[in-house]
Structure formats: C-alpha cells, structure tokens
C-alpha cells in the first residue's frame, strides 16, 4: 500500500503539479502514438513545455505588478484582511499529503470517466488540479472534521474527478462559438461567471453590432486597437487614481520593491508598463504551445481515449478578444469595489481586492460575454465574476474558518460553488456521525453528478453547422493576420 502512495504522491508532486511537464508529458505521447518522426516528437515536446514555460513568464511578471496593485488599492480603501485563527499554511502542514492523493487519485478516476462515459474533455489545468483538490479537502475537513486519510481520499478524490469531468463538458457549447472550433476545452474554475455572463450577454447586445474587436473609434484614439497600448494607459490610469488615495508609506515601499531610487510616481508608470509586458509575453506563450499540444493531442483522441481533447487554462481564449480581457478586468474591479464600499458601510465584511483572480476569471468572462453580447456583454462578465468574489469572499471566510479561510480571498467563483454544494448537501446529516455522514454526501454528490453527465450527454453536441461562421481559431487568425501583413508589405 504504500508503495501505491508513494507512486501517486510522485505523480502529484512532479507531474500535475509542474505543468509544462505534464504539457511535454501529454504531447510526447500523442505525437508517439502518430508515429511521428523522432526529431518530430523531440521538437514539438520540448516546444509545447517552453510554451507552458514562457506563458508563465508572463504570468509571473504581470502578477507581480498585480500584487502591488492590491497592496495599493488596499490602502487607497482602508481595507485591512479579516483575523484568522488558521491560516492556509497551517492547513496545507496537516493535509498537504491527503490533497496531493486526492490529486492523483482524481486524475486516474477523471481519465477512466472520459475514457468509459465518452465525456470528451481531459482536464490539463495543472495549478487548478491542485487548488480545486485543497478546496474539497478543505470543505470535507471542514464538515466532517480530521478523519482518516484514506476516507478523505476516496471521497475528495470522487468529488473532485467528477468536477473535472463535468466542468468542461457543460460550457463546452459556449466554449465552441468563442474558440470557433471544438480543438480544446475549457479548463477553468472561472466556468461559472463564463456561462452566466454567455447565457445573459445576449439581453444587452450582440458580437455582430457591439464586438469588442469590431469597436469604431476615433482616428486620435486608434491606438486603443493596439492591446499592449490599451493595457498600459488603463492599468497606468487605474494605478494613479489609486496611488493618490493611499498611504505614502506603503507606495514608498511598492516602490522600494523594484528600485531603492525609483520615485513612487514614475513606479507606477513602470508597473503599467511591465503589466502590458507580461500580457504580451503571456499571449505569445499561449500561441506557441496550443500550436503543439492542439495537434498532438490528435494521436491520443485517435489512440488512446477515442474522441477526445484537451481540456485547458484560462489563458487560451484570451488571444480571441484581447480588448474583452481588459474590459472584463476592469468592470469586475469596478464591482468588487463597489460592494467592498457597501459591506463595509454596513458593517458586514470587510473585503480584501483579489486582483489576481479579479484579472483571470474577470477577464476569461468578458471574452465569453464578448462572444454573445459584444463588448456590453464583457462589461457584464466582469461585473458576474466581481459579484461572485465579493459575495464569496464574505460568506466562505465564516463558512472555512477551521480549516483554510484564506481559501475565500483566493478563489474563483467555481471553487465557491464545489465548497457550497458539499456544505449545503450535509445540512440535513450534519447530526450524524462523520464517518457515515461524509460517504452519504459523496453518494448524493455521485447520484447528482450522474444525472447531470446524463443530461449533457443528451444535450451536448457537435453538429458541423454549429462552427460555421464562427471566429477564427487563434492559429488560424494568427495566419490571416500575417497574409494580411505581407500584402500590405508587398503593396508598398
């Protein structure tokens, strides 16, 4: 048994946890299955996890600059995070173990899903595997206390591989009419806010009329087209306004940060600028490995799980409406700090600005609110996700605050609606024993999601007439915009 444990800790710890090596690992085997010539296979392993490598380079520099931001904007709104009597760290120290299993054991039981049920999507989002894993942990921990380690793996690992499976099978319609393709899926713990954002978009306008890639503007204001000039004045505008409301102390040492001599004020023209930077450097890594892992991963839907594609990062749509990123970036913080001024007038919660996840899923909803309601549609995906996270923030810190109350200012609104629904379905056995309670919650956690991928898989379908006249994909729009380039080149 333990040599079992050790295995599927291994497989936690470098595996799906290291998403580049997971990337190469899955690339490697759907071009080996091809019968891919070996410079082939070598060629496109090593790009698809440099890919992974160089998108998480951009990643790392634009949170960089995320994170000062909401040092910054904490000040400007007197906002200070809420006591904790556990933090995350202390949770991870204890069942750090249990949700590294709960990860690998999932992703065996994911795979037989896909594999037996036909469900489609494999689920790849690395980082989020492990996330989504510490939030069921947490909630069962949470619920039924500290049980044995083998109930809570068999349970969390149940819970967690039947969100793997169902998440992107059921906005996988939605996810088509935004990618113009069934290529990939969407892997993402923002699903959620995209879905609601797609299904009420339409009420408020249309692609057609309102696209955000489709925007008229004036001739003075054409450099707004160009998304790395957008990003740097809206970021550098956002930062200014916030930088003048807060403490001198604290944009002194934002500052500090990234040079002793820099002036607070010329900062934050460098944090905007290297923002941009880091979103550029994000798309371009985005690009690079979907043109590996997307073919690649043809040899395993044809070999290995027949019919079936990957299931992937946040990131992948945004190359398809860059300006509805912004637009959902900015609408979801607009909002979030709205009720942030509410809850604490009225003396409910004190909110803490959780830029990261307000950029992501913010940005992941405005694309899908894009796609059915143009760029009023982005304005109304962001505004989604802003609510989840506010509303979530303040009623999962009390709800978690025994195992990881940290868990609500890091979340996407998926994760509060896994937490909600293991918590809500215990309501009525919460005077059991936990050690019957928690495999009754699992057995109608199965039975739900059961009925669920019943349905879906009698409603979700792939007629060729539903992709046509849709956006191109992103290596397809790449192609045309550089046929575009060279007649323009070749013209003059």
């Known amino acids: ?35 891919k010539p070996v410079r082939d296979v070598v060629a496109g392993t090593l790009r698809a996890a440099i890919g992974i490598y160089v998108l998480f380079a951009g990643v790392d520099l634009f949170v960089e600059q995320l994170a000062s931001f909401q040092e910054v ?75 044995p380690q083998g109930t809570l793996v068999v349970s969390g690992a149940i819970i967690v591989a039947l969100y793997w499976t169902i998440q992107p099978l059921f906005i996988a319609p939605l996810m088509r009419k935004v990618i113009g393709s069934d290529n990939w899926g969407y892997g993402h713990t923002s699903s959620a806010a995209c879905a609601i954002a797609a299904l009420i978009a339409p009420a408020f306008g ?100 027949p019919n079936s594609r990957p ?54 909803a405005g694309v899908f609110g894009n796609r059915f309601g143009g760029w009023r549609g982005a304005v109304i995906g962001g505004a989604v996700n802003g609510i989840f996270l506010a509303f979530g923030q303040a009623i999962f810190w009390g709800l978690l605050s025994q195992s990881a109350p940290e868990l609500a200012t890091l979340a996407d609104p998926d994760w509060y609606l896994l937490s909600g629904v293991i918590m809500l379905i215990n309501q009525p056995f919460a005077a059991l024993d936990p050690a019957v309670g928690i495999w009754i919650v699992t057995a109608i956690i199965i039975v739900l999601a059961g009925i669920w991928l019943w349905y879906l898989k009698r409603s979700v379908s792939m007629p060729e007439e539903e992709l046509a006249d849709e956006p191109l994909s992103a290596s397809q729009a790449e192609s045309e915009g550089n046929t575009e380039k060279e007649e323009e080149e070749s013209s003059l």
Do not use: C
């Not at 470098?14 to 990337?23: G, K, M, R």
């Open 73 to 147: 904007v904490a000040s400007a709104v007197g906002a200070q995070p809420p006591a904790a009597a556990r933090t995350l760290g202390d949770f991870l120290a204890q069942q750090g173990g249990t949700v590294a299993l709960v990860i690998a054991t999932a992703f065996i039981l994911h795979l037989l899903l896909v594999l037996f049920l036909r469900t489609r999507y494999v689920y790849l989002t690395g980082h989020l595997m492990f996330w989504i894993s510490v939030v069921a942990v947490a909630s069962l921990v949470e619920m039924f206390g500290a049980l």
């Open 206 to 305: 249309s692609q057609e009329e309102h696209g955000t890639e489709r925007l008229e503007l004036p001739k003075w204001l054409g450099f707004f087209k160009d998304v790395n000039v957008s990003t740097a004045l809206i970021i550098a505008i956002i930062m200014l306004i916030a930088m003048i409301f807060a403490s001198p102390d604290v944009l002194a040492e934002q500052a500090a940060q990234y040079s002793e001599d820099l002036s607070p004020w010329v900062w934050g023209f460098v944090a905007a600028f290297r923002f941009a930077a880091g979103i550029a450097i994000l798309l371009y890594g985005v690009r690079m490995f979907l043109g590996e892992i997307v073919p690649a991963f043809q040899g395993i839907s044809e070999k290995v799980i």
């Open 311 to 364: 299931a992937l990062d946040v990131p992948t749509v945004f190359p398809f409406a860059t300006t509805a990123v912004m637009i959902g970036f900015v609408s979801s913080t607009i909002v979030f700090l709205i009720l942030m001024g509410i809850f604490a007038a009225i003396g409910w919660f004190v909110l803490v600005p959780p830029m990261i996840m307000l950029f992501f899923p913010g940005g992941g």
């Open 1 to 35: 048994m333990s040599i079992i444990q050790d295995v599927l800790l291994f497989l936690a710890n470098n595996i799906f946890q290291e998403v580049a090596i997971l990337i190469g690992v899955i690339t490697l085997i759907g071009l080996w299955v091809q019968k």
